[in-house]
């Protein structure tokens, strides 16, 4: 196999004919180049990478035509787990077949794991100094704030009709009032979105994309242009995606067996495989829609770490590279230093196993569902049987982020418990930093990190000038 993709060498030899002048197909160096310099400034979330992506890919290095790239940028968004990580994989795929797959989803997710495990590190060495629990102070009020205002944005995209405020609404009090866990409630809405869509089928329908500017323009060729053949490797072919399935479930149950050998059945190690398995498949919406589910089975259920840790490692995994369900590293550190895996001596070690285990774990599904799953759903796009059940999963997904939001606020506002009145034991100090921080936001449209900076420094500032 060639460093050129068969796709690659198909649409420059068409683009040649025309006379458009395409660039070179990427050599498997220059790739890997460009998917580690990603890696290290995909900061932003989902949409700033996407933009970087759509920047370097389309526009100036003219891998993928625009067409071609919101087709798999579509496709993305109705697979769970995170689409930026999956869209890049899916890129690198259809340039250098699985090895272009696994290195560039690799290289998307490597760089934060590094950075997050340090910082982990350095939380829990250090945490409990005044500045640095100063610091962390100020950044959880804005944390509250970053998850409203990410249940906003998803509400404005999806809340199109009653029956979606209802199934929201239904989320919420669910996993509110009821404890309801997260998977059932993600069954209930898909049941109910599919019900809705046989008998009111206007009410699921995906909305027409609006033609852009770079659209309707005349656009230089691309390596994979508008006209170029679908490669031979991202045709649908059952025998090859039983090959992949069984490729990727062998290396699932290799990890779960020798975790199992290493921890024993019942121990942490296997069991963070298994949650975070599941995690993976339940993340539609992006990472604040899972970001419940490992609160509720972290905090809760297995008490890996405590409702303050789960509120400072969202916020130090909303300052890294990397898709936001890089956070799962940072519960896995966590939870292997906190129940000291390896013995009181070798706590790092032991953070360092489960934050690696947590990562693998969660983004093993989105190989698969990229390199399995890609020809066969590909295929299947904006039919109503399938998008129906997927919109009301988003409408109840802001139901569910919302709690999380009052979950995270009550641990913010109320540290030492609600007293007798609604405003006994309140902070007042993160109330404030929280109405700042919303207010920056929602009204003026500051981005992530400056947000998440002047609360850092707001709270350092107030550690340092308390009396001793």
């Not at 046989?198 to 323009?217: D, H, K, Y």
């Not at 774990?361 to 295929?379: K, M, N, R, V």
């Amino acid at each position: 196999m060639t460093d050129a993709p068969q796709a690659g060498r198909a649409g420059s030899a068409q683009a040649g004919a025309a006379g458009s002048g395409a660039p070179p197909a990427p050599k498997r160096a220059e790739a890997f180049r460009y998917w580690l310099k990603l890696g290290l400034v995909s900061f932003g979330g989902p949409a700033g990478q996407i933009a970087i992506m759509h920047h370097d890919l389309v526009e100036r290095r003219r891998w993928i035509s625009e067409k071609r790239f919101l087709h798999a940028l579509n496709y993305c968004m109705l697979l769970p787990g995170p689409e930026a990580q999956q869209l890049a994989t899916y890129i690198g795929w259809l340039l250098h077949r699985t090895w272009g797959g696994v290195v560039a989803g690799t290289l998307f997710v490597l760089p934060s794991l590094v950075l997050l495990v340090a910082l982990s590190w350095a939380y829990l060495h250090w945490g409990r100094l005044p500045a640095v629990a100063g610091t962390l102070d100020g950044i959880k009020p804005a944390v509250v704030a970053l998850v409203l205002h990410a249940a906003w944005r998803i509400g404005t995209r999806v809340l199109r009709h009653p029956v979606h405020w209802a199934i929201a609404t239904a989320a919420f009090v669910a996993i509110f009032a009821f404890g309801v866990p997260f998977p059932a409630i993600v069954g209930a809405a898909a049941a109910a979105g599919y019900v809705a869509g046989r008998v009111r089928p206007g009410l699921f329908a995906t909305p027409a994309a609006r033609a852009t500017a770079a659209e309707a323009a005349p656009a230089a060729a691309a390596v994979i242009d508008d006209d170029t053949p679908t490669p031979a490797h991202a045709r649908f072919r059952p025998r090859r995606l039983l090959l992949t399935v069984a490729a990727c479930t062998l290396l699932w149950l290799a990890g779960i067996a020798l975790l199992a050998r290493f921890a024993g059945a019942e121990g942490t190690l296997p069991a963070m495989a298994w949650f975070f398995t599941k995690a993976a498949f339940l993340t539609f919406g992006g990472a604040y829609a899972v970001l419940p589910y490992v609160t509720q089975g972290a905090v809760e259920t297995f008490g890996w770490l405590t409702p303050e840790q789960m509120i400072d490692g969202l916020a130090l995994g909303e300052t890294t590279p990397g898709p936001l369900i890089m956070v799962v590293a940072f519960v896995g550190f966590v939870g292997g230093w906190t129940r000291e895996l390896f013995g009181a001596g070798a706590l790092p070690a032991a953070g360092v196993a489960a934050a690696c285990v947590a990562t693998f774990f969660t983004f093993l599904p989105s190989f698969l569902f990229i390199l399995a799953g890609g020809p066969l759903i590909e295929s299947t796009h904006g039919q109503l049987r399938f998008t129906a059940p997927l919109s009301a999963i988003s409408s109840a997904v802001v139901g569910v982020v919302v709690d999380l939001g009052a979950f995270f606020a009550w641990h913010v506002f109320w540290p030492t418990g609600a007293g007798a009145g609604a405003l006994a034991g309140v902070d007042g100090f993160a109330l404030t930093l929280f109405a700042l921080a919303a207010a920056a936001l929602f009204r003026f449209r500051i981005g992530v990190v400056p947000v998440i900076a002047a609360c850092a420094a707001a709270g350092l500032a107030r550690a340092l000038l308390a009396p001793a």
